[in-house]
């Protein structure tokens, strides 16, 4: 057991007559650390996008929000009766009536 220690430590399994399976092996472990390195990192880029992304979804809908809260507010029957007081219109003061109108042949 202590040999083969000692042997594992100095690379032995690196250089002796089967040393063509290690390297392989070796290779192959490689490949496989790149590949899962490369889709960590392409995992984290589109964590961070979506991440980007809710945070303009969510700036967005509060501009919506405020924009829609001033739409509401100058549709507001008082508010258009002062903005046309400014320019000299009043409201009636007799209610509308309905004309009807019969057609002749």
Same mark, same amino acid.
């Given at each position: ?11 032995k ?5 089967d *040393?063509f ?5 070796i ?6 650390m790149?590949?899962?390195i490369g889709?960590?990192?392409? *995992? ?6 979506? *991440?980007?992304?809710?945070? +303009?979804?969510? +700036? ?16 507001? +029957?008082?508010?258009i009766?002062?903005?046309m +007081? ?11 009536q ?5 057609k002749?042949?």
């Amino acid at each position: 057991m202590k040999k083969g220690f000692y042997d594992l430590l100095k690379g032995k399994f690196l250089i002796s007559d089967d *040393a063509f399976k290690n390297w392989r092996f070796i290779f192959f472990i490689s490949v496989l650390m790149m590949l899962m390195i490369g889709s960590s990192h392409r *995992a984290d880029k589109k964590v961070h996008r979506i *991440a980007q992304l809710n945070n +303009e979804f969510k +700036e967005i809908k509060s501009e919506y929000v405020d924009v829609r809260m001033i739409l509401m507010q100058s549709k507001m +029957e008082t508010k258009i009766i002062s903005t046309m +007081e400014k320019n000299g219109l009043v409201p009636s003061e007799n209610p509308p009536q309905k004309l009807i109108i019969k057609k002749q042949n």
